[in-house]
């Protein structure tokens, strides 16, 4: 797994109505394989669910570190994973 850069996202930093679109354009901006991570001070719970709406079974998300004051998750890219959703025909029935 390679990581598309070194740096976390630390999500503390950033005003709430800029996260979730920082972390999607970050995501999508990754290859199959490539992690990124996130940093926050409480479960990113409503994020995965996100994810989960909007990119489902693209990602994996493993907690490295679960709170109390603070939070940390790598999400993958999947192989097979498409920049612009599910596939739709076009990856030999996949």
Known sequence: TTTASSNPIDVREIAPRDRH?????TFRGLRAS???EIVNDHDPKPLYYQMQAEQP???AWDYLQAGPEVWRVR?????GA?????CRGSCDGA
Do not use: C, W
Request: glycine share 10%; charged share 10%.
């Open 21 to 25: 679109p920082r972390i999607f354009a």
């Open 34 to 36: 490539q992690t990124m």
């Open 57 to 59: 079974g693209q990602f």
């Open 75 to 79: 999400i993958t890219k999947l192989a």
């Open 82 to 86: 498409h920049a612009n959703g599910p």
